[in-house]
DNA sequence: CTGAAAGCGCTTACAG
DNA sequence: CTGAAAGCGCTTACAG
């Protein structure tokens, strides 16, 4: 018998058209919420077949028609780091309850992988990418120049314009050379990764700058760089080539909480006295810092409220419109 | 002109058959590698038009004819969590490599959620599921029955037997146990959540049980459990009712490294000194550990190869293979 | 060695 | 208010 459903299949919408008597059509109309040309017991017909067959829609065959996913890429660089878990689980959160998918992509920050990534879900009709830390790539190129829906976090699209969600990194960076003035440190120094994303770059320089507004001579404030894997292994690169040439300052910024952890570390091996000896202020403000690094002021970003925002970046590129940046507030926590 | 490539849409197979001058079916069998009945010169013509055009097979199309897609959906708890979002990203990469696609779900250890989620995968056709930490639920009772592909990691199936990945949590419990023995402290306690996943009752188990073989009595040692919602919350309100009851003791297992540092923070705030008075030992060893809290040994549980052993779960799962536990070494790290 | 044809589940102009 | 029909991109017996 032609049309019959196969024993163990879930139930497909002509299912739920031939138990409730109806079309497809009429089906598909309803289950789309476009109740206003159904007559109200048709539309009680359908709901009771699709609640006694359990039918849910099938995203293949939706996305097949439509030509467009529920799935959204996020790409993010690196898990391991809370800020980036963070922001992964809000903005998991925030596209599910929008009805969408999260697909996770780890591009360890690489070109290579993120433009594999970029492909990949490219043929899953990824609806739009959400890229934690975008770094240069052809594909990234591409895709802009396809139009996809693209929203940038934390780092801008270094390729050009494109939706962003973050904080003022510079303010953020000034109001930490704020603090160490208040507290009337004056003899500062930075660490930073070698190859700086703008997001780094900028709260570095927005340090230094305010920094000079406080009389303080930019050249008298080293700023040592550091290679490595992670935020933890730079930063541990950086401070030490820092301690070794200048000595320990009396105020580090650690443009990443991580990175804190790293001077700390070297500290303790070296005998310095955190807080006592020289304070280090960090930014991110991971949720472990109140628990075990009460030595550790920070930079507190709200990357639970990021989510949301993001989601909202996504919705109005695909309606194709305004891309104003969304800035959200920070705030330095004192330990 | 009927079957032209609307500008902008990315090539179909069709195209690919059009420009290479060849049917559809024959393009399929080659982009799905059954190069064994195609002459070279075809299989040349198809290849080098997929290359021509930057053809990438549509997994909406391919999903709803096969039945199947590639997107594996991965439950998780609580990505805050250090030891979740590495067992997150190990999979991840696993999966990528294997040619799937991860969808992250985050349950927050709730069962409504944990439904939710598995409903909606089912929409899209989720090849697989990976529940970090199950919990008993209908939609999990459900899943089961259909026969669903699904590997239990850490925490094993609530509801029935299920391919597990994970450690000798008994084992691990003793071996914390062992060093204590060693290091001739006997004033010993522990905390745990107040409801217990198997894996954090093995632990607990494995610890007291060796206990007694070291000539403890088990009655002697207070296990204070705790409330809240995530482990730092729940470790801390264990904490305190332990110590508000018997006072701190000289040696403390806390089942989670998250659990250590609630502990942590209260013997900060109450002057018990940290490893000197009280010696904590932790099981997860978060990466963290070794930069910032120097004062805790842990069981390091190999959660980056996780991955690896999830997916070939999974893979067994598909070809109907036995499904024997996949049991991962650990190793206590001393500080 | 190759292709025509059917069909996976859905949506959407179009006709009535 | 409702339905018949076409088609999204792909795969797979089947025929030759």
New binding site residues.
């Given amino acids: 018998m032609p049309g019959m459903r196969r024993p163990g299949?879930p139930p497909?919408?002509?299912d739920v058209a031939r138990t409730a008597g109806?079309?497809?059509?009429?089906v598909?109309?309803i289950?789309?919420g476009d109740f206003?040309?159904?007559?109200s017991?048709?539309i009680h017909k359908v709901q009771a077949a699709i609640a006694g067959l359990g039918y849910r829609?099938?995203h293949?065959?939706?996305s097949?028609?439509?030509?467009e996913s529920q799935i959204v890429a996020m790409l993010s660089p690196n898990l391991d780091n809370p800020a980036m878990a963070a922001i992964a689980a809000s903005t998991e959160q925030a596209l599910r309850d929008a009805g969408y998918v999260m697909v996770l992509c780890d591009t360890h920050d690489r070109p290579e992988l993120q433009d594999e990534y970029l492909e990949a879900m490219r043929a899953q009709l990824a609806r739009g990418y959400i890229l934690v830390s975008a770094v240069p790539s052809p594909g990234l190129r591409a895709a802009m120049a396809r139009g996809e829906a693209i929203v940038c976090v934390n780092r801008r699209n270094p390729l050009g314009p494109s939706p962003f969600v973050g904080i003022d990194n510079r303010k953020a960076g000034a109001d930490v050379a704020d603090r160490f003035h208040e507290l009337g440190i004056t003899a500062l120094a930075a660490i930073r990764p070698a190859v700086m994303s703008s997001s780094i770059a900028e709260r570095i320089e927005g340090f230094l700058d305010r920094c000079t507004e406080h009389g303080l001579k930019r050249a008298a404030i080293p700023v040592a760089a550091g290679t490595g894997p992670d935020h933890l292994a730079m930063g541990y690169d950086a401070i030490r080539a820092l301690v070794a040439e200048h000595g320990w300052p009396a105020g580090l910024l650690c443009p990443s909480d991580l990175m804190a952890y790293a001077a700390y570390r070297h500290a303790s091996e070296t005998g310095r006295t955190i807080p006592g000896a020289t304070r280090i202020i960090g930014i991110d403000n991971n949720t472990f810092n109140q628990w075990i690094a009460p030595w550790l002021s920070s930079v507190e970003i709200p990357y639970r409220d990021f989510g949301p925002v993001v989601v909202e970046q996504l919705e109005a590129c695909w309606e194709g419109a305004a891309l104003a940046d969304r800035i959200l507030p920070h705030r330095l926590v004192q330990r």
Same sequence: chains 1, 2.
């Fill in positions: 299949a497909s919408l002509s109806v079309s497809a059509a009429t598909s109309r289950v789309n206003g040309r159904a007559s017991v048709t829609p099938n293949a065959g939706r097949l028609r439509r030509r």
